[in-house]
């Protein structure tokens, strides 16, 4: 089968195509001038200039690949214009979704976030949990709006659509968020940690990366939702591990919530004023989400697509890893 994939190029992206290349599959990978594109040549990946905001490119791109993967989204916790997040992951995704519709294509898999679920009343929550009220930062919410336009396509165009809902994703070569908490840690760079207590599932993100490849496989399984991930760590247990694998003490000082969290809203607005990001990653929808944390059951992925989650440490050890090695 011929896929496009969008995201090609981001963390998720690059293992997934990795995994790919070893099987039949041919790729078509969207790709802006700007991007990284190493690892897609190195794995013979066909490149295709484009943006998922142009419809253009992606009619031009898409034509002749059976399949569809969305992973292009914005991924973080704090933006200068906070209108990219609706941009991209709402307008971005009806783009792929409806160009996807009128070609025809027989499988799209678009890869979300368990963060769009906010705070179910079930714990830890399934596929079929209803959502909570709230979302806890702009990625969560525009995911989310995102994630609707796909199912209404799906409900009244009969959109072919699978979609995957990973945990806090881990491993090498991450430069977004928890990869940037991790290397903040080895690096010495934090002068107080805080938030302890909040419970996290997690997974490896090669994990992920396999996860999609079998649901994208798999037969029919269209309308099908699978969440990925497993294992569940308090905060304070990921950065004892984060400690302990790396051989580097953490930072002597603990913040009490209540004051972290005024930290987080006096850096968000200096990083506001000055468009430059928060020090120490102190983003007020980073540090809202972590302080909330979310438990989830993984356990279809496994039952149905046959996923061996990877224990958390060894992701843990392939990130610190690929921070120590460099480029």
Same mark, same amino acid.
């Given at each position: 089968?011929?896929? &496009? ?5 981001? &963390? ?27 690892? =897609?040549?190195? +794995?013979?990946?066909? $490149?295709?200039?484009? %943006? ?5 490119? !992606? ?11 969305? =992973?292009?989204? +914005? ?6 214009? #906070?209108?990219?997040? #609706? ?17 025809? +294509? ?18 830890? &929550?399934?596929?079929e949990s209803p959502v909570g009220p709230a979302r806890f930062c702009e990625y969560a919410e525009t995911k989310y709006q995102g994630d609707l336009i796909a199912w209404e396509l799906c409900e009244k165009k009969r959109l072919p659509l699978v979609m995957i809902y990973p945990a806090a994703v881990l491993g090498s070569g991450d430069s ?8 903040? $840690?080895?690096d010495r760079r934090l002068p107080a940690t805080a938030f302890h207590g909040p419970i996290v599932t997690w997974v490896h993100v090669r994990d992920v990366a396999e996860a999609i490849v079998r649901a994208m496989d798999k037969e029919d399984n269209l309308g099908e939702k699978y969440l990925v991930g497993k294992e569940q760590l308090s ?6 591990? +984060? ?11 603990? $913040?009490?919530?209540?004051? *972290?969290? *005024? ?8 990083? %506001? ?5 928060? =020090? ?13 944390? &979310?438990? !989830? ?16 440490? =060894? ?5 610190? *890893? ?6």
């Amino acid at each position: 089968m011929r896929i &496009f994939i969008t995201g090609g190029t981001g &963390f998720i992206g690059t293992h997934l195509v990795q995994r790919l290349a070893l099987t039949q599959h041919r790729m078509a990978c969207l790709v802006r001038k700007t991007s990284n594109v190493s690892t =897609l040549n190195k +794995v013979g990946a066909t $490149l295709v200039t484009g %943006d998922v905001m142009d419809r253009d490119s !992606l009619l031009q791109a898409m034509k002749g690949c059976c399949g569809v993967i969305n =992973l292009a989204n +914005v991924y973080s916790f704090w933006e200068p214009d #906070r209108r990219v997040y #609706r941009e991209v992951n709402v307008k971005g995704t009806r783009n792929v979704m409806e160009v996807a519709l009128e070609l025809g +294509v027989s499988k799209v898999l678009h890869v979300s976030t368990a963060l769009i679920y906010g705070k179910p009343a079930d714990v830890p &929550f399934t596929e079929e949990s209803p959502v909570g009220p709230a979302r806890f930062c702009e990625y969560a919410e525009t995911k989310y709006q995102g994630d609707l336009i796909a199912w209404e396509l799906c409900e009244k165009k009969r959109l072919p659509l699978v979609m995957i809902y990973p945990a806090a994703v881990l491993g090498s070569g991450d430069s977004k968020a928890t990869g940037q908490l991790i290397q903040d $840690l080895i690096d010495r760079r934090l002068p107080a940690t805080a938030f302890h207590g909040p419970i996290v599932t997690w997974v490896h993100v090669r994990d992920v990366a396999e996860a999609i490849v079998r649901a994208m496989d798999k037969e029919d399984n269209l309308g099908e939702k699978y969440l990925v991930g497993k294992e569940q760590l308090s905060i304070g247990q990921f950065y004892r591990m +984060v400690s302990e694998i790396s051989g580097v003490p953490l930072p002597r000082f603990h $913040l009490p919530d209540s004051l *972290a969290m *005024a930290s987080a809203r006096l850096l968000t607005w200096l990083a %506001d004023l000055t468009k430059k990001p928060p =020090l120490w990653g102190m983003a007020v929808d980073e540090i809202s989400t972590i302080k909330e944390g &979310f438990r !989830l059951d993984g356990s279809k992925a496994e039952r149905e697509l046959g996923v061996i989650y990877t224990p958390i440490r =060894l992701a843990i050890e392939g990130a610190i *890893a690929s921070y120590r090695e460099g480029p």
